[in-house]
Each structure stands twice: as C-alpha cells, then as structure tokens.
C-alpha cells in the first residue's frame, strides 16, 4: 500500500525558505497517470491547494502563492519536494503532501506542521 | 478560480440520523471533478468519494454523492459515531490544471 511521508524543518524564520520533502514508498512514484501533491492547513482553518506536479512533468502552482513556489520530483530517490521563499507567518500551517488519481487524491501524507517565527 | 461554498458550518446531530451536506461552486465544475474527504482531529483528509458520486475504496456505502455543475451534495444515511469530523469538498479544473476546497462542515454529536 502506497505511503507518503513529509520531512523537513518544523520552524523557519520570517523572509527564509521552507524546504520540505515526501517520501514515497509501497508503490512507485513513475505509475502512470499519478501527481504529486502538496496541500497546506493554517491552524483552525481549512484546506488549501499549494501545487502539483503531473505525470508530464508539468508543475501548476496555485497563483496565489505569486511565485514563491516550487514542487520537483527526484523519480530515482522516490520523493518529492516543496519550497515555499520569503515566508511569513500566514505560511504557518500543517503541509501535507498527497498523490492525485485524476481529479482528486487518494493517498495523503499523516502532515508536518511548520510554524514560521522569529 | 472556481470558489466552492459549503453549508452549514455545522451540522448537530444525533447517531443514526440522516446528515446532508452542501457544496456549491461559483461556477460550473468540468466533467464533475467534484471530490469529498472526511477529516478526523490530528489526521489528514481521507478521501470519500469522486467524481462527484463514485465512492472511494473501502468507504461504506452509507456515504453516497450526488449533483453536478455547480450543486453537490454528500449524504450519510444514518450516521455512526465515527462519522462525526469535518468535511471537505474539493474541485479539480483542467485548463490549467487548478484545484480549490470548500471551507468545510462540521458534523457534531448533538
């Protein structure tokens, strides 16, 4: 059964970039037709596309993170990765990295919480 | 971008009971890409149904979807105390690829 498992710092400074990767196991990241995913949740709040990348290749971000974003795919170490520049606190939140089956996603990481302060 | 509105906030209700819940998007969502999750306190979003009505692996058949263009509906027919959590729809444009969520309901013991 496919597994994905977030990583990386869990605090991050004001103006600094958050780095975090998924590890994918239990299945392959190079199955047809899959994305690779990242999702965030501020505390309390609801959910919120970050970006994905598609079994193309392609990276679509959401346009109102205004190009601080970057999902890449490392297919011969089975991970994938965000890295979200110039953070402030509103990036504060819970990020969950997730598989998409078409249109919706079916296999979600347990989230990493990652608070942005001084 | 396609905002989806979810009603109620918060749903009170009694195990047993029938709960509907509603997802209305600005604008019509193409091909029904029209997905819902469940979400428990402290875990992630698990996924229910797509498609608007297909249901997901291994989820019980008291969850059913339901609607299309801009009205969607997620019905449990008679609620188990492990139903009661927070509920997310979520829809998927194509052209580019873009994906928002609704705000979520609540589903609360009453």
């Known amino acids: 059964q496919l597994q994905l498992q977030e990583s990386g710092s869990g605090l991050v400074k004001p103006s600094q970039t958050l780095t975090l990767t998924c590890a994918v196991s239990?299945?392959?990241?190079?199955?047809?037709?899959?994305?690779w995913t990242w999702n965030r949740q501020s505390p309390g709040k609801g959910l919120e596309w970050i970006g994905s990348v598609f079994y193309s290749g392609s990276p679509y971000y959401n346009p109102s993170l205004k190009g601080r974003v970057t999902i890449s795919v490392d297919r011969s170490k089975q991970q994938f990765s965000l890295r979200l520049t110039s953070v402030t606190a509103a990036d504060t939140a819970v990020y969950f990295c997730?598989?998409?089956?078409?249109?919706?996603?079916?296999?979600w990481g347990q989230g990493t919480l990652v608070t942005v302060s001084s | 971008e396609i905002v989806l509105t979810q009603s109620p906030g918060t749903l009170s209700l009694s195990p047993g009971e029938r709960a509907t819940l509603s997802c209305r998007a600005s604008q019509s969502v193409s091909t029904n890409y029209l997905a819902w999750y469940q979400q428990k306190p402290g875990q992630a979003p698990r996924l229910l149904i797509y498609?608007?009505?297909t249901r997901a692996t291994g989820i019980p058949d008291r969850f059913s979807g339901s609607g299309s263009g801009t009205d969607f509906t997620l019905t449990i027919s008679r609620l188990e105390p492990e139903d009661f959590a927070v509920y997310y729809c979520q829809q998927y444009g194509d052209s580019p690829p873009s994906i928002t969520f609704g705000g979520g309901t609540r589903v609360e013991i009453k």
């Open positions: 239990g299945g392959s990241i190079n199955s047809g037709g899959h994305s």
């Open positions: 997730a598989r998409g089956d078409g249109s919706s996603f079916d296999t």
């Open positions: 498609g608007a009505s």
